[in-house]
């Protein structure tokens, strides 16, 4: 069973401050997507990693596919109150047999503060 | 608007009662999938279909639970004889074929 672990599960920072979310598993995964979610509301896709080590940049969110692609990691530089939300990192699995699905970690509730 | 759409956005219901939601995908998304969030969770998968074909369920989806896409467009999730741990969020999202899901606003149902 693939299963993806995040952390911090919460996370409550001053505006301006700097962050980073780590996503991590066992397994390998052919793709990782991250996602922002407000509440009431879906999944709002940020970006998709696909190479292993690849680094990608959206804005102040930088966003890192380990090396291995079993893991990832998300930056935000000068964390604003606009950022607050559930961000999600989410795996597709490597056979084709896996459809696609996602395996979702359990996401990291983020609160930044004026 | 040409995203994801769901159908009702919020859903009360009384025990044991039977409830229908629907997705419309992107239009030209061959593949549309199911998931379950609740609280504090991430999304869990149930089910997905590549045009009208159903093509893996997940252990998730009791009998209780069924999924048709007829024509390979919209689809509909029924429950039936809803129980509480039935409350949740169902989510729908569309992609091409493997290609990256995006996501509809979910039905968010309570089950009292």
């Known amino acids: 069973t693939q299963l993806l672990e995040q952390s911090p599960q919460f996370l409550s920072i001053q505006e301006g401050e700097n962050l980073t979310v780590y996503c991590n598993s066992s397994?390998?995964?052919?793709?990782l997507q991250w996602y922002r979610q407000e509440p009431g509301e879906g999944p709002v896709l940020l970006v998709t990693?696909?190479?292993?080590?690849e680094v990608k940049k959206l804005k102040r969110l930088t966003f890192q596919f380990g090396d291995a692609r079993k893991d990832s990691s998300l930056h935000i530089t000068a964390a604003q109150p606009g950022d607050t939300g559930l961000y999600l990192c989410a795996g597709a699995g490597r056979s084709y047999n896996q459809g696609g699905k996602l395996i979702f970690g359990q996401g990291t509730e983020l609160s930044v503060k004026p | 608007d040409t995203g994801v759409s769901q159908d009702p956005r919020h859903k009360i219901t009384k025990r044991g009662q039977n409830v229908t939601f629907r997705c419309d995908p992107i239009s030209e998304h061959n593949r549309l999938y199911w998931y379950r969030q609740t609280l504090g969770q991430g999304p869990e998968f149930l089910t997905y279909?590549?045009?009208?074909?159903?093509?893996?369920k997940s252990r998730l989806l009791s009998d209780r639970f069924s999924a048709e896409r007829p024509k390979g467009s919209f689809s509909t999730l029924e429950i039936q004889r809803t129980e509480q741990g039935d409350s949740a969020m169902y989510l729908c999202?569309?992609?091409?074929?493997?290609?990256?899901?995006?996501f509809g606003p979910g039905t968010r149902l309570t089950v009292t």
């Open positions: 999202a569309s992609s091409h074929y493997q290609g990256e899901q995006y």
């Open positions: 990693v696909v190479t292993g080590g």
């Open positions: 279909f590549q045009n009208e074909a159903q093509l893996e």
């Open positions: 397994s390998v995964f052919s793709s």
